[in-house]
């Protein structure tokens, strides 16, 4: 299990290049990493440790473990909130009344497969840019990363620049159009996972953390753990088998899941990453919108980029070039040493101005 998940060590390595942005890498790397490490946690839990114990009278355990395990569980929501020891034995849990609700358990089965399947989707964004990208910020940053390049190497490389910006000068919209779709898509996979989690549990995932903050703010004797019905810790499991003279004989017994001791952690963490996340890019989203439909707000963004060049440079690049040309250059500015770029823009405002001239 840990060859297969051996090439994940690779996301936490810093990219020579960054063909991106932090709140891009929050998504393929930092939620990547943690949904992985969680998948592995509760993988070990589950087939290597014991996730269920089942007690039942006259039936071997083990048999009764792995029936339970496979065919699923279940709690009685009407018992959740019962005296624990006075009403019911354990929440959730109590003998089965006519007409009660019965809840099933099954995710417990899914979770490490779910957990590695939404690392997946949170990872196809990154693997449609750099298909994208093709390494063309790679392919123009020549080295320029490096502070210490020789004066002629410099000036050849600078002069290449220059050259290929004002040969595709309005040509390369659509290579910023590509990358603003998998911001798009980013935003679009975190807030469809919440609403996937809150499925695959039953439809308690959106109001789940929600749910824990207010249980923590109540006055203990009145807390109804929202983890115990989400996650129970004991269940109930029904087996049938033929008796001695052939009838079909109920056993009802009780299922201990030491496993949702760490399902209910993994949640609750995933609740409050998910919501900050979708914050952080619905933010990013407005973001882009600002920097697509303003010029202005590019000529800031762009100053910012390079502090060391004069002011009329950069509004003479920002006037000129279109929000492609804006995006590989803004793109350039996070590669480049400082120096090498502020005298990469004196040289494009100077040709840009002098094509204009002509």
Known sequence: MFDVFGSVRGLLKLDSVCIDNNVFRLH?????????AFSLLVTSRQ???????????????????????????YTIPDRINGKVGIEVPHPGVGPD?????????????????VLFFQAILFYIPRYLWKTWEGGRIKM??????????????KNDRKELLVEYFSANLHAQNFYAIRFFICEALNFINVVGQI???DLFLGGEFTTYGAEVIAMTEREPEERVDPMSRVFPKVTKCVFHKYGPSGSVQKFDGLCVLPLNIVNEKIYVFL??????????????????AAVVLGPQVRTYLLRARS???????????????????????????????????????ADLAAKLDGKDNV
């Open 271 to 288: 609740w409050f990453w998910f919501v900050v996340l979708s914050v952080i890019t619905g933010v990013a989203i407005l973001y882009r």
């Open 140 to 153: 123009l940053v020549l080295d320029l990363n490096c502070p210490v390049v020789s004066e002629d190497c």
């Open 195 to 197: 609403y996937f989690m």
């Open 47 to 73: 087939y290597i440790g014991d996730p269920i114990d089942c007690i039942v009278d006259e039936i071997n355990p083990n048999v009764m473990d792995t029936y339970c395990w496979i065919h699923s569980t």
């Open 28 to 36: 393929y790397k930092a939620t990547v990493i943690i949904l992985i």
């Open 97 to 113: 009344g006519s007409g009660e609700e019965l809840k099933y358990h099954k995710y417990y089965q899914w979770v490490c497969f």
């Open 307 to 345: 502090r060391l060049a004069p002011h009329d440079q950069i509004e003479t690049i920002t006037r000129k070039c279109q929000i492609g040309d804006w995006f590989v250059l803004y793109q350039l500015g996070k590669n480049i040493d400082p120096l090498i770029y502020k005298e990469l823009v």
